[in-house]
T-cell receptor, first 113, second 115 residues
Framework: DTAVSQTPKYLVTQMGNDKSIKCEQN?????MYWYKQDSKKFLKIMFSYNNKELIINETVPNRFSPKSPDKAHLNLHINSLELGDSAVYFC????????????FGPGTRLTVT | AQSVTQPDIHITVSEGASLELRCNYSYGATPYLFWYVQSPGQGLQLLLKYFSGDTLVQGIKGFEAEFKRSQSSFNLRKPSVHWSDAAEYFCAVGDIIQGAQKLVFGQGTRLTINP
């Protein structure tokens, strides 16, 4: 009964490729997020969706495109991968009435070679 | 913009010893403050949060944190650590950007437990 799940857990790919990471939550939450954690463990928000609507879009390259087919899913597609995209990407969700209380997925470690 | 500073990148304590992890924030009004823990290879788990009221908040796994407005601090404590507490700990403050709530995280403190 995983609350927030992500696939894949590991992703190794070459520069220039396009890849997607999927996220699903079964908590009934309305709001979902993507975070990037760099090699120094610094965690920064990238995007947030509320009921399939984009509500936060931090300064992220256009190569990153989130998609929310329904409020339980938030996918992240990355075009033309670069070395600097190597990181751990976390999905999270929160109830609309308390968006600060966020539940995180296990992360996807992306390695670009 | 709000910010959070965790002055200690890495702390080592012996099992059974007490623990205090430091967190300082910058925020004009009363902040919403959080501590999250990230075990190796795992996502982040909420330990505790402070919104208002009693400045000493209790969390899961025997952790507590104290909000001190005069020091702009929200330090995490545990009276006696267990080997399973070895993890990365993140302090965070709630912020509003583009009209939506978000968390701003500190750099994290890695906790190592000596047997």
């Amino acid at each position: 009964d995983t609350a927030v799940s992500q696939t894949p857990k590991y992703l190794v790919t070459q520069m220039g490729n396009d890849k997607s990471i999927k996220c699903e939550q079964n908590l009934g939450h309305d709001t979902m997020y993507w975070y990037k954690q760099d090699s120094k463990k610094f965690l920064k928000i990238m995007f947030s969706y509320n009921n399939k609507e984009l509500i936060i879009n931090e300064t992220v390259p256009n190569r990153f495109s989130p998609k929310s087919p329904d409020k339980a899913h938030l996918n992240l597609h990355i075009n033309s991968l670069e070395l600097g995209d190597s990181a751990v990407y976390f999905c999270a969700s929160s109830p609309e009435w308390d968006r600060y209380e966020q539940y995180f997925g296990p992360g996807t470690r992306l390695t670009v070679t | 913009a709000q910010s959070v500073t965790q002055p200690d990148i890495h702390i080592t304590v012996s099992e059974g010893a007490s623990l205090e992890l430091r967190c300082n924030y910058s925020y004009g009004a009363t902040p919403y403050l959080f501590w999250y823990v990230q075990s190796p290879g795992q996502g982040l788990q909420l330990l505790l949060k402070y919104f208002s009221g009693d400045t000493l908040v209790q969390g899961i796994k025997g952790f507590e944190a104290e909000f001190k407005r005069s020091q702009s601090s929200f330090n995490l404590r545990k009276p006696s650590v267990h080997w399973s507490d070895a993890a990365e700990y993140f302090c965070a403050v709630g912020d509003i950007i583009q009209g939506a709530q978000k968390l701003v995280f500190g750099q994290g403190t890695r906790l190592t437990i000596n047997p």
